[in-house]
């Protein structure tokens, strides 16, 4: 608007008068800003320069450069044009807003144009300081101009084109943090706000999405119990992760979940940041559905569920232990029964403090949220069972000798409780409750076993058969076992 297009040395019109003693004269030099200069002179009794008109442009608007700036001068003018000069360091970028006066220099006894700045913004490329300004004239907060028949003062007429100067120049010159940013996103904000755009994403600058900008974070308040600015609390629950794949993952997490549920649930983000080290598969998690986000951990099994996934980091790869939240839990129709099995497996182990439980009898399964969870009640069963202490179990030999093949099916009894927990697993059933009747020689529980492979269990009463208890639901069940 104000930045003029230069066409000589001069962004303005100038007088300079000269007294020219010996001739009795003075001089009025005229530069014009189409840059054709001529001159008149006067007697020392009409000192005032006339009032001409360039003949080669036409404009008549010179101003006298004796008497600008000065303080008794005059304080409105009426029109005024500066150039501008941008900028850039390694660190910073700059503008400088300045204008060229002709003034008579004594020494020389010439005319020589002189270049005066106005002021100089800066900003710097990490987004650490606020926007500096300096002002190197004082022309700057003294004067104003009368533009489209109002007065406005030069200091905010500067400020404004400075300021959409330098945002210009700092978007024509993008550092990588800003490359990605469309500048009709942000043309209706105030200066103020562009600059803190700008700055934001310099500060954080794995971001690079238009709505960051504009999240706050007040989920996280309830959460932290001292007051934490976004940045801390995103960068506590990032376990100070800073690749740039993991904070993206993070906030767009972030958003989705203010967008679908409202708010943002922080404790999975937290756990996982803490359990997978790889940071591709840590997005994978933090981009997880923020209804299972929600739903998988609570502050009360927060360490519980560190302790848990810490421990089968042991026996699975962090990318099988990833699947187990993706895959396995990420399916519309299952995934509410799921949640609610590994929430319980969570349960249980809080409840029961049996991490060290599972360290003694944690059996490698398949790792889904159903095995899982059998797994962790068949090692409460044999927790809680005292069988730790007395494993194996005692039999009348009349049942051991009953242990033999009939029509190509054999019969054994379990030999330990862990045997039996095993036959369990094998038919998706639970023998649990019986593991101390066997040792009370209360019940007896035959498994049968055809080519090696354990089809069906059955439960002895004396020398009756009770019934059939436990069938693989896999299997048919197609033999004939009461004979
Ligand atoms: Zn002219």
């Known amino acids: 608007m104000n930045k003029y297009s230069s066409r000589g040395m001069y962004q303005n019109s100038w007088i300079v008068s000269t007294q020219q003693e010996i001739k009795g004269k003075i001089e009025h030099n005229y530069f014009c800003q189409c840059s054709h200069s001529f001159r008149f002179s006067t007697t020392f009794d009409t000192t005032d320069a006339p009032d001409v008109l360039c003949p080669l442009c036409g404009n008549d608007y010179f101003i006298n450069s004796n008497e600008f700036g000065l303080k008794d001068g005059v304080r409105i003018w009426k029109d005024f044009h500066w150039e501008i000069e941008v900028g850039e360091t390694a660190d910073r970028w700059s503008v ?8 008579y220099n004594a020494q020389s006894n010439t005319i020589i144009p ?3 700045n106005l002021l100089t913004l800066e900003f710097d490329k990490e987004g650490k300081y606020d926007l500096g300004i300096t002002y190197h004239s004082n022309i700057v907060s003294r004067y104003s101009l009368f533009q489209n ?9 500067l400020l404004d084109d400075a300021k959409e100067q330098l945002i210009n120049h700092i978007l024509n010159n993008r550092v990588e943090a800003l490359a990605w940013i469309n500048r009709s996103n942000i043309e209706s904000l105030s200066y103020k706000q562009r600059f803190e755009y ?3 994403f310099l500060k954080n600058n794995y971001l690079q999405e238009h709505r960051f900008f504009f999240w706050k974070m007040e989920g996280l308040e309830k959460v932290f119990t001292k007051t934490v600015t976004q940045k801390e609390a995103l960068q506590y629950i990032a376990n100070e992760k800073t690749e740039r794949i993991v904070k993206k993952a993070l906030y767009r997490g972030y958003e989705e979940s203010m967008q679908k549920i409202g ?10 940041s803490r359990i997978i080290k790889n ?6 998690l933090y981009a997880l559905h923020p209804a299972i986000k929600q739903n998988l951990f609570t502050s009360n099994t927060l360490s519980v569920a560190i302790e848990l996934l810490r421990f089968l980091k042991r026996y699975y790869t962090e990318k099988q232990i990833v699947n187990l939240f993706t895959r396995n839990i990420q399916d519309e129709d299952t995934y509410r029964e799921r949640l609610l099995l590994f929430r319980d497996t969570l349960n249980l182990l809080d409840a029961r403090n049996a991490i060290a439980s599972l360290e003694k009898h944690f059996m490698k ?5 159903k095995k899982l969870h059998d797994e962790i009640i068949r090692i409460f069963h044999i927790v809680s069972y005292e069988l730790d202490a007395k494993e194996e179990f005692e039999y009348d030999p009349i049942y051991l000798s009953a242990c033999q093949e009939y029509e190509g099916l054999e019969f054994r009894l379990p030999l330990t409780a862990r045997e039996l927990s095993l036959w369990a697993k094998m038919l998706h059933n639970c023998m649990f409750g019986y593991i101390k009747r066997i040792h009370q020689h209360k019940s007896i529980i035959y498994g049968i076993f055809k080519d090696k492979e354990l089809l069906y269990a059955i439960e002895l009463n004396g020398f009756n058969i009770v019934q059939p208890r436990f069938c693989n639901r ?3 069940f197609s033999h004939n076992i009461i004979k």
């Open 474 to 476: 896999n299997k048919n």
């Open 263 to 272: 708010y943002y649930y922080p404790y999975s983000d937290y756990i996982f």
């Open 149 to 157: 028949g109002r007065v406005k003062p030069l200091s905010s007429l």
């Open 279 to 284: 940071v591709d598969l840590l997005a994978n």
């Open 198 to 200: 700008i700055r934001f």
């Open 114 to 116: 002189v270049k005066q």
């Open 96 to 103: 400088t807003l300045f204008y060229t006066i002709a003034l």
């Open 365 to 369: 399964i398949k790792l889904t949220t």
